[in-house]
């Protein structure tokens, strides 16, 4: 099969054919492989996973991954029939992966990254684009395919999983398309190309209604806490801290002191007099846990 795919070099084997197979390129080819991250603002990452294993496996893991952890479908009903809705178009998601594994520069060593945010992704890859296309108008008109590693495109051509004309633009357009969503935007760089994916605005409405409901419910939740603190807490301090421990549940006893002015061991003696008097709870450990007033007692 190697030898068919032409992935021999005088009874060696070559770089393509480690990357597309081997269970861990890594460890001959640094950066191969492909990072995810989910942020809430450009500086706030909250969690992040790395995809390893062979290239031709690392694209449908990144896309379950992405699909089932990154992403949630909000859901609509047209009639009694349930849809949910992502983001992005999931076949046009793979078709701008399976790109960015393809043409990739490995050279540089370094992975590919995808940042997802609640209403855009993020693909960036150290590929290389031909002069000629140079713009997102010019990617999604005719063109050649010229793949940057010919031998691994070879690869995944025939596995099916690429076309060798250059229809995966055409593809993505059509997908885009049928799901009445942006077509992707293309940054295309010296240093790399970043491709900005964005939902339709059906999506951006069910999004829209979601956060209102949620900031609806948060509203209504601190007001029930606030009312019960004031009625079940008299010390001041007590009610300073519980307010503090409402915005921000993994707040530390050092930031609580900070903010209202009292030694760390003045606030520690504040909560555990709360839990003693069952109003305060610690959930999980002592690194990583949190706080919940328990305003139902």
């Known amino acids: 099969m190697l030898e068919n795919l032409q992935l021999y070099e005088n009874d060696n084997l070559i770089r393509a054919a480690i990357m597309a197979f081997y269970g861990n390129p890594g460890?001959?080819?640094?950066?191969?492989?492909?990072?995810?991250?989910?942020?809430?603002?450009?500086?706030?990452?909250?969690?992040?996973?790395?995809?390893?294993?062979?290239?031709?496996e690392q694209v449908d893991k990144t896309v379950d991954l992405v699909y089932q952890k990154y992403m949630k479908g909000l859901i609509y009903y047209e009639g009694i029939q349930r849809i949910d809705k992502f983001m992005f178009p999931k076949d046009a998601f793979r078709e701008i992966l399976l790109n960015a594994v393809v043409h990739k520069n490995y050279s540089t060593c370094n992975p590919i990254q995808i940042s997802v945010y609640e209403d855009k992704?993020?693909?960036?890859?150290?590929?290389?684009?031909?002069?000629?296309l140079s713009s997102t108008e010019k990617l999604f008109e005719k063109h050649s395919s010229r793949p940057f590693n010919p031998r691994l495109a070879g690869v995944f051509f025939k596995s099916g999983m690429i076309e060798a004309w250059g229809?995966?633009?055409?593809?993505?357009?059509?997908?885009?398309?049928?799901?009445?969503?942006p077509l992707p935007e293309y940054d295309i760089q010296s240093t790399g190309i970043m491709v900005l994916c964005?939902?339709?605005?059906?999506?951006?409405?069910?999004?829209?209604?979601?956060?209102?409901?949620?900031?609806?419910?948060?509203?209504?939740?601190?007001?029930?806490?606030?009312?019960?603190?004031?009625?079940?807490?008299?010390s001041e301090v007590q009610k300073s801290i519980l307010r503090l421990i409402q915005k921000q549940p993994t707040i530390s006893a050092k930031t609580i002191a900070g903010s209202i002015g009292m030694s760390p061991r003045g606030v520690q003696k504040n909560i555990d007099s709360l839990k003693r008097l069952g109003i305060l709870e610690r959930v999980g450990p002592a690194k990583g846990g949190q706080w919940v007033v328990k305003s139902s007692q």
Request: proline share 2%; with cysteine.
């Open 27 to 56: 460890k001959w080819v640094a950066g191969s492989h492909i990072k995810i991250g989910y942020f809430v603002t450009d500086s706030d990452l909250k969690f992040q996973d790395e995809v390893h294993g062979s290239l031709i």
């Open 198 to 234: 964005k939902p339709n605005e059906k999506y951006m409405d069910l999004l829209r209604g979601r956060n209102a409901e949620a900031d609806n419910d948060k509203e209504f939740v601190d007001k029930y806490v606030d009312e019960f603190v004031n009625k079940c807490v008299e």
């Open 121 to 132: 992704i993020y693909i960036w890859n150290d590929g290389i684009m031909p002069k000629e």
């Open 167 to 181: 229809r995966s633009f055409d593809k993505i357009k059509e997908v885009c398309t049928l799901h009445n969503t």
